[in-house]
């Protein structure tokens, strides 16, 4: 099939774009309305630097989110040893809600 495409293919068009600005934050919706526009979605112009910047924002948000939950498995092993050495494990609160 002449249409095929690897899964890691990926374009840079301008609705990839947004949903990778989906992973960095909410898009507001007056923000969302604008961006979803008609002339918007019909360009045929590739986004390759912004693609690159909300890419790194979004590894660097579930980087940072990942260390706050204490979760390390996306992290190398170095780097799952470094921070499980370094910061403290997680508080158990044993309090009871009555």
């Known amino acids: 099939d002449g249409n095929y495409k690897p899964y890691y293919h990926y374009e840079y068009t301008y609705l990839n774009l947004i949903i ?57 092993v170095k780097l799952q040893f470094f921070f499980c050495k370094i910061l403290s494990p997680p508080t158990v609160n044993k309090e009871k809600n009555v």
């Not at 918007?40 to 630097?49: H, L």
């Not at 912004?50 to 579930?62: G, P």
Request: charged share 25%; net charge positive; with cysteine.
């Open 20 to 76: 990778l600005m989906y992973a960095v934050f909410k898009i507001p919706k007056w923000l969302r309305k604008i961006l979803l526009a008609k002339p918007f979605i019909q360009t045929n112009k590739k986004f390759k630097i912004l693609h690159i910047i909300f890419y790194k924002l979004m590894l660097y948000r579930r980087g940072l989110c990942a260390l706050v939950k204490r979760d390390y498995s996306m992290f190398p």
